[in-house]
């Protein structure tokens, strides 16, 4: 619940009603204190964006989805902003998917692990991965908590989709040869640079996105998704969100309005 009415014909009320969200989320001890500071960062960079999805995220989320539905093990990761910021829309991902949900936390606490399990099933969740302790494995590539992970998901996927996620943890997964997909607003944060399949646009709009996307292509032969995917390149993307959002700046200092945002 939100302790602050928004207006909603105040301008930006979703970007206040997300931040209310985060804020929330670090009371109810889902989002660890650092969630704040890595959410304002996307903030700064989805202001640049202008808030709403390009185009070229779109072409972004179809090159994701169908990286997941070609996957013969695909896995959702989901740490305290995920949680905080999309529950419900995230389960509906997982069972469009058919992929399971696991709970992996850079800041890892029991408290932390109850809380966002809590979340996830009251959003609809039948089963959430990452907390048993008799399925937990480790990754010697990374240190500390953040290795752990569970046999029946992340350590056996071939595929894990990992929004908001640090740069260490994606660099790790990428050596154990697993397909990374990320939603991350910096387009040139070490997680956005190293992953498969980068997706730069706020995750609040993305993940319902997504979910429209896997309806759409969920009965493609496999043939076909293949197909679909071999259009793209990660990199060749990357750059469009860096040419739109340089190109966005540049447009209001030569000659746009720069009140156009008030
Ligand atoms: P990296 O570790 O990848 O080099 P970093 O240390 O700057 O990057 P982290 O805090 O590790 O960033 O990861 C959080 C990332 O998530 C940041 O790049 C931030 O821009 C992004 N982010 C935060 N909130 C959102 C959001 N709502 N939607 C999409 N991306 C977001
Ligand atoms: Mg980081």
Redesign the pocket.
Known sequence: MTKHEIPKKHPRFESLR?RECIIDGMHQKIVAE?GL???G???A??YILGEKTPEFALRQEIFAVVTMLVAQHPVISVNG?VAA?CPKEIVNLSEALEAPLEINLFYRTEEREAAIKEVLMKAGAESILGIDPSYQNTITEISHLRRIVDTRGIASSDCVFV??????R?IALRKLKKDIVT????PI????LTSTVSIT????R?VVEMTEFVNEFKDYSRSKLLEEKNRYNNKDLLQEALQFMSSRLLKLANEGNIFENL
């Open positions: 997300t650092a500071i890595a959410h960062r996307g903030e960079f989805d902003n910021l929004p908001l996620e640090d740069g260490d994606t939603v991350d607003l910096n944060s070490r997680t956005s646009n706020n995750i609040t993305a």
